[in-house]
């Protein structure tokens, strides 16, 4: 069974930084297509950088400012989030698919977490 734990969310002031954590059992990160995703209120959940086997793909909207990464041992996603900005506040959430495939498509993940909030003001 798939289990994603995400942690590492808060407040914080524009320009600052955050870094989430997306814990995995069931899959092994270092393998599988894992990725992240936020969702804010009234609005449907988007793509924001997912990675397969070292290849990395991000939203426009995070590419140089986000760095998507993972520790094989611990089995662990990460989410550094650098120059944030007050409409980055979301709901983060951590996801993993089976197959090849590595896209930032929502529907296309088969498993999820549970969310963490990342608030960012102005």
């Known amino acids: 069974q798939v289990q994603l734990v995400e942690s590492g969310g808060g407040s914080v002031q524009a320009g600052g930084s955050l870094r989430l954590s997306c814990t995995a059992s069931?899959?092994?990160?270092?393998?599988?297509?894992m990725g992240w995703f936020r969702q804010k209120p009234g609005q449907e959940r988007e793509g924001v950088a997912s990675?397969?086997?070292?290849?990395?793909t991000y939203a426009e909207f995070v590419q140089g400012r986000f760095t998507i990464s993972g520790d094989r041992v611990k089995n662990t996603l990460y989410l550094q989030m650098d120059s944030l900005k007050p409409e980055d506040t979301a709901m983060y959430y951590c996801?993993?698919?089976?197959?090849?495939?590595?896209?930032?498509?929502?529907?296309?993940?088969?498993?999820w977490g549970q969310g963490t909030q990342v608030t960012v003001s102005s």
């Open positions: 069931g899959v092994t990160y270092s393998s599988a297509c």
């Open positions: 996801a993993a698919k089976d197959g090849w495939m590595c896209p930032l498509r929502v529907r296309m993940y088969d498993y």
């Open positions: 990675t397969r086997d070292g290849r990395s």
